[in-house]
């Protein structure tokens, strides 16, 4: 069992930044795939970034790839989202997930979720 807490939302200007954080709980937090994805009420859960238990391992989607940055920092049991030059189209609810399968652009493959941080870019 993994529980997932995700900080560092909040309103930002267009062009400008933010870090997201999911701490994890639970053991063995260095075996699983990380994700982030995000959500826009009203509209599906889309993928934005994936890494691998190896931290070199990393997956975007064409939306934030350029932008976004994941990490991992597995003695402190943490996933990070770096987004830099962000847009008003950013502006969405972002979750964590973990997967004890590959890493994955399908959210499917992800077991334990967190309960979201909002992030609204203004234009």
């Known amino acids: 069992q993994v529980q997932l807490v995700e900080s560092g939302g909040g309103l930002v200007q267009a062009g400008g930044s933010l870090r997201l954080s999911c701490g994890a709980s639970?053991?063995?937090?260095?075996?699983?795939?990380m994700g982030w994805f995000r959500q826009i009420p009203g509209k599906e859960r889309e993928f934005a970034a994936s890494?691998?238990?190896?931290?070199?391992?990393?997956l975007y989607a064409d939306s934030v790839k350029g932008r976004f940055t994941i990490s991992r920092d597995n003695a402190k049991n943490t996933v990070y989202l770096q987004m830099n030059s962000l847009k008003p189209e950013d502006t969405a609810v972002y979750y964590c997930?973990?997967?004890?399968?590959?890493?994955?652009?399908?959210?499917?493959?992800?077991?334990?979720w967190g309960q979201g941080t909002q992030v609204t870019v203004s234009s």
């Open positions: 890494i691998s238990w190896n931290p070199s391992v990393t």
């Open positions: 639970g053991r063995a937090f260095s075996s699983y795939a």
């Open positions: 997930a973990a997967s004890l399968n590959s890493y994955s652009e399908y959210d499917d493959n992800y077991t334990y």
